[in-house]
């Protein structure tokens, strides 16, 4: 069990539902604080409702304005901050190098990467003057291998896991540690998207694709948003207190991502 996160003030972005959102919720059955950002309005109304005590916004990270506004509001609620999760992410297009749009490109960035940075600048300062803390980063399994079709989303996810390294050897000597969590193919709504993409640019059949997901896989399953939710607050808690720099699969062994 993941311990010392009683009273953790903690923000999330991107958790109206998948990943973020289990990981705020297992956050507050550990008593955090907690404070989580979507564009999705609805997903956060229910958020609001099944959970009171969680402080939500609707933003967009890749609109700096917004982003500022949800980080000035997030850290004037918690008054500070402990733990950092950078969780926003969408998967970009889907397509040959040559055919993906710049605007694809740039906004696949900007909500994958840019986000994450932006994050961190913003709350160093805060956790170095602590002297403790943790910042989580959800790179990709596409952060380890190449993604073919894929482009904009697995150079962000490489970046990421390079952002994150740099940050903890930086925020190191304040106590302050920094991982990037890279799971594989995540049961939820968003692989069924990325699947159904795959198999219209590829031509194949989505149940082919769905298989293919997992084939490459030393366990030969999808993992869940609880697996990562786990990973993240092993990382954030007493029992991670000197693991940083780390970029740390949750893929069931992935050893390639196919084709």
């Given at each position: ?11 999330i972005?991107a ?7 289990v ?19 609805a ?6 409702t ?5 402080g939500?916004?609707v933003a ?58 932006l ?16 910042i ?11 993604f ?5 989303y697995?150079?962000?996810k ?6 994150t ?20 193919a ?18 194949r ?9 997992v ?13 990562i ?6 990382l954030c808690?007493?029992?991670?207190a000197?693991?940083?720099?780390q ?5 069931g ?7």
């Amino acid at each position: 069990m993941a311990t010392g996160l009683q009273n953790k003030r903690v923000i999330i972005t991107a958790a109206a539902t998948g990943i973020g959102r289990v990981t705020a919720e297992f956050f507050l059955a550990a008593g955090a604080k907690v404070q989580v950002c979507d564009v999705d309005e609805a997903g956060l109304k229910g958020f609001k409702t099944a959970h009171p005590a969680v402080g939500t916004t609707v933003a967009d990270v890749a609109d700096t304005a917004q982003l500022d506004r949800f980080l000035d509001a997030a850290l004037a609620n918690l008054g500070g901050l402990d733990v950092m999760v950078n969780n926003a992410g969408i998967a970009g297009p889907t397509a040959n190098v040559e055919d993906v749009a710049l605007e694809d490109w740039r906004r696949t960035l900007a909500v994958n990467l840019d986000a994450t940075y932006l994050c961190c600048k913003r709350v160093a300062p805060l956790l170095k003057k602590n002297r403790s803390g943790a910042i989580v980063n959800l790179s990709s399994a596409a952060g380890i291998h190449g993604f073919a079709r894929r482009t904009p989303y697995a150079a962000a996810k490489w970046a990421i896991v390079g952002l994150t390294k740099s940050l903890a050897l930086e925020l190191g000597p304040f106590g302050v540690r920094v991982n990037a969590i890279c799971p594989g193919a995540v049961e939820g709504d968003r692989i069924e998207r990325v699947i159904k993409a795959e198999a219209k640019a590829s031509g194949r059949p989505e149940a082919e694709v769905r298989q293919n997901s997992v084939r490459y896989t030393a366990m030969k399953t999808f993992v869940t948003p609880q697996d990562i939710a786990n990973m993240i607050l092993f990382l954030c808690s007493n029992e991670g207190a000197h693991v940083s720099g780390q970029a740390l699969p949750v893929d069931g062994y992935l050893y390639t991502l196919g084709d």
